[in-house]
């Protein structure tokens, strides 16, 4: 009887025991890991663009020189009895001052004797005018007698007439000669040198001295070929800033005067000239630039519409990087017009709105995909979901 319970109850026995195995192992056994997608594209930082009006700046440099300079001669002979006491080398004159005097003595004298002969020769005049008067009374009363012009006394009407108009050509060469017997400044002037003494015999023609004028000085700035192409058509009366570097740097107003009209056949430059009024600052109390001073000089250029500016780092043989709309790197051939220090600008090649790649990867290709910095790509990560669900 036990036999035949054991042979009914032990192939029941066995199938629990291989259930609960089984169920043990099922518990046991861990799940398989998830395998993970690896988004190996790389991530790019991007701006848009915008293009906008642009005022061109031209920068050069030059030399300040005065407008003129004046070698002083006297004008007569005579010994020099006084001179100004800034009347020396780097002294500043105004205009009309007297540099220097030259004994007078003699001036005078002939001023006195030519008012004499002036005054003998009007005299003379007079009598004349009054015979000839008396002549042509005589005339009226014998009207049929014929009457020759010496009668009339006209030639020595006309001879009394030149007479006064010598003289006074006399006496105004005297008042010349003593006028300039005191020699005055032609301008406000920075001496640069000086050649006489008190007590020094000077003849007419002698060099006394020279000045530089003070009033209005130069800057003979050159232009590039790549920034003559961006003058204005008409330059004169441009205000230009004159630019003094250096530790006590300074900024003065200044003007475009004129353009030389030649280019240098040796760098292929044309020159323009600024002006700049009152450069040792005598009336308008600024900064003095003085001569010899190397300046830089900028003005206004044209003006440049719908332009590109970039960092010159971002172009590379005329060309860019951006992102297009499929989120891939696209090259553009862009057109590059001006260079101002560390920017490019352009012209032709981009449009308003495009994504400028600022980060390059290391090996950029044309239609490389890649992730935008800072932006979260939606559909990329809908794709990734997509494909780890049909994995799974």
Known sequence: MRTTILKWTLPFVALGLGIVGFVGINAIAQEPEKKEIVDTRPVVKVEPVAANDHQVIINSYGEVKPLESTRLSAQVSGEVVSWHPHFVAGGIVAR?????????????????????????????????????????????????????????????????????KSAQARLKRAQRDLDNCEVTAPYDALVVSRDIGVGQYINMGTQIGELNNIETAEVIIPIAGFDSVFLPERVKGITATVIKTGLHGFTRQAVVDRDLGIVDSATRMSSLVVRIDDPYGLVNKQQAIKYGSYVQVNFAGTMLNNIYRLPQELVNNQMVWIVNDEQQLEPRKVKVIREEGEFFYISDGLEADDQLVITLPEYPQKGMAVKIAGVQDVKKVDALDSATTEKL
């Open 96 to 164: 009309g001052e007297t540099l220097f005097t030259i004994e007078k003595d003699n001036y005078e004298a002939a001023l006195l004797q030519a008012q004499a002969e002036l005054a003998q020769a009007k005299s003379q005049l007079i009598e004349e005018q009054a015979q000839a008067q008396v002549a042509a009374d005589e005339v009226k009363r014998f009207p049929g007698k014929e009457r020759t012009a010496l009668f009339l006394r006209e030639p020595q009407v006309l001879s009394a007439q030149a007479s006064v």
